[in-house]
């Protein structure tokens, strides 16, 4: 069955402390890997998508890498603005993706 | 601007009542999906359409019903028969492919009461 899991459920971090949201998966052939940003009571916003093992992308203060199991969004001197939930998503078939449950994050100054 | 918008942004329903929620996309998209999203559970597929006049079960759709009659258009209806209907409904499109990726509406929040 695919699968995607994200860790930590929570973190809280003060302003300017770098960590790394995790997201893995277990799905047969890979078709690309999507991170999204979501605000309580809106919808998800799209921040990255990653296609190929070893590909990385920057936005501001977020950088996404890529291995062939498992995909890591770096935070790096986070502001409270970063407060958010994090959800990371893959379409293992077909034309429907499949969500973690997400990582929260909170940012406190 | 290109974009989805939900409404209502809060409903209220009755028990035994059916209730529709509206999702319509300018984005020319082909693809639309409706999620239903509980705490701690992340987004779990309702239906999904890739063309006008045609959709698919996700993986809750017990419960739900929709119609695409119009690219444009996809609307979700709540009924009776959903025993917790209580949730965060979102709606999304994308182009053919969900390799794509999504774009989400703002949600509809619906209550019973």
């Known amino acids: 069955e695919d699968q995607v899991t994200q860790s930590p459920e929570a973190l809280r971090l003060q302003e300017g402390e770098s960590s790394s949201l995790n997201c893995s998966y277990t799905?047969?052939?890979?078709?690309?890997l999507f991170w999204y940003r979501q605000d309580p009571g809106k919808g998800p916003e799209f921040l990255f998508t990653?296609?190929?093992a070893g590909e990385e992308k920057e936005k501001e203060r977020l950088k996404a890498t890529l291995t062939k199991k498992e995909s890591f969004l770096h935070i790096t001197a986070p502001k409270p603005e970063d407060s958010a939930t994090y959800l990371c998503a893959v379409p293992p078939y077909g034309n429907k993706l499949v969500f973690g449950a997400g990582t929260i994050l909170r940012v406190k100054s | 601007d290109g974009g989805i918008t939900q409404s209502p942004k809060y409903l209220f329903r009755k028990e035994g009542q059916n209730v529709t929620l509206s999702c319509e996309q300018n984005?020319?998209?082909?693809?639309m999906y409706w999620y239903r999203q509980d705490p701690g559970q992340g987004l779990r597929l309702i239906y999904y359409?890739?063309?006008?006049?045609?959709?698919q079960k996700g993986d809750i759709a017990e419960g739900y019903s929709v119609s695409r009659e119009k690219k444009e258009s996809f609307p979700l209806t709540v009924t009776s028969a959903q025993k917790n209907p209580t949730a965060f409904y979102l709606c999304?499109?994308?182009?053919?492919?969900?390799?794509?990726?999504?774009?989400f509406g703002s949600g509809t929040r619906l209550t019973v009461v």
């Open positions: 359409s890739q063309i006008v006049n045609d959709f």
């Open positions: 984005l020319n998209h082909d693809a």
């Open positions: 990653l296609y190929s």
């Open positions: 799905v047969s052939g890979l078709r690309g």
């Open positions: 999304a499109s994308s182009m053919a492919g969900a390799f794509y990726g999504y774009t």
